[in-house]
């Protein structure tokens, strides 16, 4: 592993780990989830929702949670009202999936079965007749809202199933991270599903990951509904454009090799195929590969050292914290100067299967902008100590580097005027 000052304490098996201390509010929302469990568990069917930004750490609490019950449920004498119990942990990221396999191993009471993706659950507790008392859910807008027969799921909608096949459900959802057609969640979609049973909702509000001032937030969430704010002023967090997408890409590399845990990303405006060729985004000077498909590493992609040589997609970092992101908005991202703000050409986005199973979507073209820009959110927010953009669009790019240069003379002009 990488070595570095903030490498070590990123580490996602040590972020995700259940001895991690909680926060006070993800502590409240911990105890929340128990006292449900224990009201709920004669009930026939009960839902905790978790909802929260990415980065406020949904993921960890519901870790810690069951990590306490699995605890509970195995210990060799009856004294828990969780004893005998049987949960499990489901997440549709195979990502996700090697890290929280790879956390079971440092405990006696985990077993890596504990652990699978909600279509391979479904299917086997279907044919053995039998469900959950217990059913974690991470991740759940990348649960599929139809169909995949291609994939061995033949139902409706994944957390239809995963309700039916589980006594209490308890479910960390984010809409703002909604990526595909197929995963086409809305928050009418969500209450229609679980609006007949027993629901307790906790919405997480303090940001743990991206470690920066309120205004770099506030202007990712602006870019994300393609509004282009002034640029945050200076501060710990590193937050810079580029006009040159080589020169990021080298600053990076030396970021990474102080600190660890720094990758390239970008946008999925780049082609790439599943054929086990090798697949490059070229701009300018810079030429890089995507991220190699090896579904066998058990070390997740964000992880691997020798991931530094390739450019992460919005699929392999989502979930994960980095140190350092630097961050290649494609073609499909365009300067609008009719609005002095961000245009989506959704004609540009190569991921096709994002926008495979359009049947029954109102608006499928509005549905299009708001994933890629649901991809955007999740990429500019991966980073706890630093986040570079270089952007395709010669105008956005101008644009950017226009309110860089604003920056820094409003900064220059202060300390000039300090000095007088």
Same mark, same amino acid.
């Given at each position: 592993?990488?070595?570095?000052?903030?490498?070590v304490?990123?580490?996602?098996?040590? @972020?995700?780990?259940?001895?991690?201390?909680l926060?006070p509010?993800?502590?409240?929302?911990?105890?929340?989830?128990?006292a449900?469990?224990?009201?709920?568990?004669?009930?026939?069917?009960?839902?905790?929702?978790?909802?929260?930004?990415?980065?406020?750490g949904? +993921?960890?609490?519901?870790?810690?949670?069951f990590?306490?019950?699995?605890?509970?449920?195995?210990?060799?004498?009856? @004294?828990?009202?969780?004893?005998? %119990?049987?949960? *499990?942990?489901?997440?549709?990221h195979? /990502?996700?999936?090697?890290?929280?396999?790879?956390?079971?191993?440092?405990?006696? *009471?985990?077993?890596?079965?504990d652990? /699978?993706?909600?279509?391979?659950?479904?299917?086997?507790?279907?044919?053995?007749?039998k469900?959950?008392?217990?059913l974690?859910?991470?991740?759940? !807008?990348?649960?599929?809202?139809?169909?995949?027969?291609?994939?061995?799921? =033949?139902?409706?909608?994944?957390?239809?199933?995963?309700?039916?096949? +589980?006594?209490?459900?308890?479910?960390?959802? &984010?809409?703002?991270?909604?990526? @595909?057609?197929?995963?086409?969640?809305?928050? /009418?979609?969500?209450?229609?599903?679980?609006?007949?049973?027993?629901?307790?909702? *906790? !919405?997480l509000?303090?940001?743990?990951?991206?470690? #920066?001032?309120?205004?770099?937030?506030?202007?990712?969430?602006?870019?994300?509904h393609?509004?282009?704010?002034? %640029?945050?002023?200076?501060?710990?967090?590193?937050?810079?454009f580029f &006009?040159?997408?080589q020169?990021?890409?080298?600053?990076?590399?030396?970021?990474?090799?102080?600190?660890?845990?720094?990758?390239?990303?970008?946008?999925y405006?780049?082609? *790439?195929?599943? $054929?086990?060729? $090798? !697949?490059?985004?070229? =701009?300018?000077?810079?030429?890089?590969?995507?991220?190699?498909?090896?579904?066998?590493?058990?070390?997740?992609? #964000?992880?691997?050292?020798?991931?530094?040589?390739?450019?992460?997609?919005?699929?392999?970092?989502q979930?994960?914290?980095?140190?350092?992101?630097?961050?290649?908005?494609?073609?499909s991202?365009?300067y609008?100067?009719?609005?002095?703000?961000?245009?989506?050409?959704?004609?540009?986005? /190569?991921?096709?299967?994002?926008?495979?199973?359009?049947?029954?979507?109102?608006?499928?073209?509005?549905?299009? =902008?708001?994933? %890629?820009?649901?991809?955007?959110?999740?990429?500019?927010?991966?980073?706890?100590h630093?986040?570079?953009?270089?952007?395709?669009?010669?105008?956005?790019?101008? @644009?950017? %580097?226009?309110?860089?240069?604003?920056?820094?003379?409003v900064?220059?002009?202060?300390?000039?005027?300090?000095?007088?």
């Open positions: 592993m990488e070595q570095g000052f903030h490498s304490k990123n580490e996602a098996i040590d @972020k995700l780990s259940p001895t991690k201390v926060s509010q993800q502590n409240d929302l911990k105890q929340a989830i128990r449900f469990c224990l009201a709920h568990r004669q009930d026939e069917h009960a839902v905790f929702l978790i909802e929260g930004d990415a980065g406020t949904k +993921s960890i609490v519901l870790n810690s949670i990590n306490e019950i699995q605890s509970l449920s195995r210990q060799k004498e009856k @004294k828990s009202p969780f004893y005998g %119990m049987q949960n *499990y942990l489901v997440v549709n195979p /990502e996700m999936m090697k890290l929280y396999k790879n956390i079971s191993e440092q405990f006696s *009471y985990l077993k890596k079965k652990f /699978e993706r909600p279509t391979t659950f479904i299917n086997r507790m279907r044919k053995a007749g469900t959950a008392d217990i974690f859910i991470d991740e759940a !807008h990348l649960l599929l809202t139809r169909s995949d027969k291609y994939n061995h799921f =033949e139902q409706d909608n994944h957390l239809e199933e995963l309700i039916q096949l +589980s006594r209490i459900t308890v479910i960390v959802f &984010d809409e703002k991270q909604v990526l @595909k057609f197929k995963s086409c969640w809305n928050r /009418e979609l969500l209450q229609k599903l679980v609006g007949s049973y027993p629901v307790q909702t *906790y !919405h509000t303090q940001q743990f990951r991206v470690q #920066a001032h309120a205004d770099v937030q506030d202007w990712i969430s602006a870019f994300c393609k509004i282009i704010q002034p %640029m945050p002023a200076k501060q710990t967090f590193d937050f810079r &006009d040159d997408a020169s990021l890409y080298d600053f990076l590399c030396s970021r990474n090799a102080e600190y660890g845990l720094s990758r390239m990303l970008a946008t405006d780049y082609p *790439y195929r599943l $054929d086990g060729q $090798d !697949h490059f985004i070229q =701009e300018g000077r810079f030429y890089l590969r995507w991220d190699r498909s090896k579904p066998d590493e058990k070390l997740p992609w #964000a992880e691997r050292p020798d991931t530094i040589d390739e450019v992460g997609s919005v699929y392999t970092v979930g994960f914290d980095l140190n350092y992101v630097g961050l290649i908005l494609g073609p991202v365009l609008d100067a009719a609005t002095d703000g961000v245009r989506i050409d959704t004609r540009r986005y /190569e991921d096709g299967a994002a926008f495979a199973g359009r049947e029954g979507l109102a608006d499928p073209e509005w549905v299009k =902008e708001q994933i %890629m820009l649901n991809a955007i959110n999740v990429l500019m927010t991966r980073a706890v630093g986040l570079y953009i270089y952007a395709h669009d010669p105008a956005l790019r101008c @644009k950017l %580097m226009e309110i860089q240069a604003e920056r820094n003379k900064k220059g002009g202060r300390i000039a005027a300090s000095r007088v």
